[in-house]
């Protein structure tokens, strides 16, 4: 459900990722079924069943049965305290703002990485923004509008402080000697020049010249309000000068944006996944108030996220939202397995601190188990040199560890609290 959602994406990107990644939690499902049944018929499977009376296997459930017996005991404890700290990291994760930066996908040591530092200390930035300057048949590149127009939208990326060094085809202009310049028209300057390079800058046939502004890697949240605010001046100076029209483009301007869109994109996605899990688990325990319950624990290591995004400065990203339907999964993955073995012991115990505590000590082992595996696996990527890998991985790590927190911990407190009979 986590990944099929992000077939609501409007990006083609994240809906063939969110089916992919959906077709292989479904063949993982069957491999599972098929292998585990095949397997636990064989000589491996009571190689298994032996293990399970080890005495490491008993060690581990001497100390699920100490930690169910110290989380039922001070439930009231656990449950506000859980609740709490779920709420107030949630508020403080609410405070993410998304951002991207080329660099985000650049070894930390490598030269391309130091040269896109090196250019945004020495030349303003290796990016660029563009402002395309259009002309109607009645003027040229020799009227005095058009010319207007040019020094004018090279005055708004001046007086940016994101934005620095405006070349249009006037500063190439400005190159030539005073009597070239005093003497001949721009359409005739414009012949001085090779046309390779002064078609950079202007074409003439289409009535079309280009204004270039270098700007820093400091991400597309952080230029999105620069670009509306130069947009804006765009258009009044359209409108001070009939016959020409300016408009803002480039790369940057369109990653910024459709990265944006794609964050949108999978935090909606996220949002419906969580309504539908909600959902699949009342219907599948047959319990609204367990489905309630489940909300608390399955919230906690998205927060927990949210808020370490916040502590240490990094802004929403995509890698971000991404872990954050990663950990919803295995976070549900988790509560569902507590939770099915919570109603099977509460229909034979005496009360449900009874059953919560038979739960935690049958299904424990497991999610501590499988946690650990994949703090390990994740563990590994996350000394890569990428920055986007080891972010993933790095806040994969927190997000398993705070998910485990939230089911052995927060989820046996609240329904001990709010579930069944005492």
């Known amino acids: 459900i986590g990944f099929g959602s992000l077939w609501l994406a409007r990006m083609s990107m994240i809906r063939q990722f969110g089916i992919a990644t959906a077709g292989g939690a479904l063949l993982a499902l069957v491999a599972v079924m098929i292998a585990c049944g095949a397997l636990a018929s064989t000589r491996l499977g009571d190689a298994c069943a032996r293990g399970a009376e080890s005495d490491a296997a008993r060690g581990a459930r001497r100390w699920f049965e100490w930690c169910g017996t110290c989380v039922t005991n001070h439930a009231p404890a656990f449950a506000i305290l859980g609740t709490l700290a779920t709420v107030a990291l949630g508020v403080v994760a609410l405070r993410l703002r998304p951002n991207n930066q080329l660099q985000e996908a650049i070894p930390y040591r490598s030269p391309a990485r130091q040269a896109i530092v090196r250019a945004d200390e020495k030349f303003g930035g290796l990016l660029e923004s563009q402002a395309i300057v259009e002309w109607s048949e009645a003027l040229s590149l020799d009227s005095p509008a058009v010319r207007d127009v040019l020094r004018a939208v090279a005055h708004v990326y001046e007086h940016e402080p994101l934005t620095s060094h405006p070349t249009s085809i006037l500063d190439v202009f400005d190159a030539l000697p005073a009597p070239a310049r005093e003497n001949l028209a721009p359409t005739q300057m414009l012949k001085l020049f090779p046309p390779d390079v002064s078609r950079r800058l202007v074409r003439t046939d289409r009535r079309r010249a280009r204004v270039v502004a270098n700007v820093l890697d400091s991400g597309g949240g952080v230029y999105e309000p620069v670009f509306e605010r130069i947009e804006r001046e765009f258009e009044r100076i ?125 299904v424990g082992p497991a999610i501590a ?47 001990t609290v709010l579930d069944g009979r005492r």
Do not use: K, W
């Not at 080891?390 to 927060?410: E, H, K, Q, S, T």
């Open 238 to 362: 359209s409108s001070a000068h009939p016959g020409v029209t300016v408009r803002l483009t480039g790369t940057t301007l369109l990653a910024a944006r459709n990265v944006n869109a794609m964050i949108e994109d999978l935090a909606r996605s996220l949002a419906t996944a969580a309504l539908a899990i909600f959902f699949v688990i009342a219907a599948a325990l047959r319990s609204i108030r367990l489905a309630l319950i489940a909300l608390i624990p399955n919230v906690f290591p998205l927060a927990v996220v949210g808020a370490l995004l916040v502590a240490i400065g990094y802004p929403l990203q995509m890698t971000s939202v991404v872990v954050f339907s990663v950990c919803l999964g295995i976070a549900v993955d988790d509560t569902i397995h507590f939770l099915c073995r919570y109603r099977e012991e509460l229909a034979r115990a005496a009360s449900s601190v009874a059953a919560v505590r038979s739960a935690l000590i049958e």
């Open 369 to 415: 188990t499988t946690t650990a595996v994949f703090l390990v696996g994740f563990g590994c990527v996350a000394i890569s040199d990428i920055p986007v890998l080891r972010v993933f991985a790095g806040l994969c790590c927190v997000a398993f560890a705070a998910a485990l927190v939230g089911d052995l911990l927060i989820l046996p407190a609240l329904v």
